[in-house]
């Protein structure tokens, strides 16, 4: 199986600051990556999708990039709804795997 | 506006067996394949099974064993998750999810959630 490791584990930033999560695929999965952001109590929402396509209705300032075994997602201009925990999730090969999340916490 | 509602969840015993029920609307069920991912408490997402849109493709993450079986009534717009043999480590909430038609195995719209409790 594919294993997914985010970097960092927790994050504390302040509304206006960027930011950026790392995740890290243990072999090659093309662009075969997606970013999900999930507020407490609520279901995961698709952000990124592709490594870098951005999910209709989701606002500009969350990006996606890399390739390979190496992806980020960008939020720039931190916004106060955008507390949450972030998952990365690959899609090349089944079973699919998810990180273990990012919890971004207001500094 | 595409809406997926999770039932069947609840507190069952190690052992015992529970089958939990996705209804979707919103969209052509029959077109898209669907998925099952769960989340223990405090736990980050587990991807558990997915169906293609005409049952003939099906798979299963490792931990499930044969014990789960995933299924669809394309008829009823409703997906099923069959879960025998249950253990304390299968308690969590279990999330139905729709892919996106582009990119299979991208989750672009998941339910609530049914929680599932494994317990004495």
């Known amino acids: 199986d594919i294993q997914m490791t985010q970097s960092p584990s927790s994050l504390s930033a302040s509304v206006g600051d960027r930011v950026t999560i790392t995740c890290r695929a243990s072999q090659s999965i093309s662009r075969n990556l997606n970013w999900y952001q999930q507020r407490p109590g609520k279901a995961p929402k698709l952000l990124i999708y592709a490594a870098s396509s951005l999910q209709s209705g989701v606002p500009s300032r969350f990006s996606g990039g890399g390739s390979g075994t190496d992806f980020t997602l960008t939020i720039t201009s931190l916004q106060p709804e955008d507390f949450a925990t972030y998952s990365c999730?690959?899609?090349?090969?089944?079973?699919?795997?998810f990180g273990q999340g990012t919890k971004l916490e207001i500094k | 506006e595409v809406q997926l509602v999770e039932s069947g969840g609840g507190l069952v015993q190690p052992g015992r067996s529970l089958r939990l029920s996705c209804v979707a609307s919103g969209f052509t069920f029959d077109d898209y394949a669907m998925h099952w991912v769960r989340q223990a408490p405090g736990r980050g997402l587990e991807w558990v099974s997915g169906?293609?849109?005409?049952?003939?493709?099906?798979a299963y993450g490792d931990f499930v064993r044969g014990r789960f079986t995933i299924s669809r009534d394309n008829a009823k717009n409703s997906l099923y998750l069959q879960m025998n043999s249950l253990r304390a480590e299968d308690t969590a909430l279990y999330y139905c999810?729709?892919?996106?038609?582009?990119?299979?195995?991208?989750?672009?719209?998941w339910g609530q959630g049914t929680l599932v409790t494994v317990s004495s």
């Open positions: 999730q690959q899609s090349h090969n089944k079973p699919y795997t």
């Open positions: 169906i293609s849109w005409d049952s003939a493709n099906i």
């Open positions: 999810a729709k892919v996106n038609v582009l990119e299979p195995g991208t989750l672009d719209y």
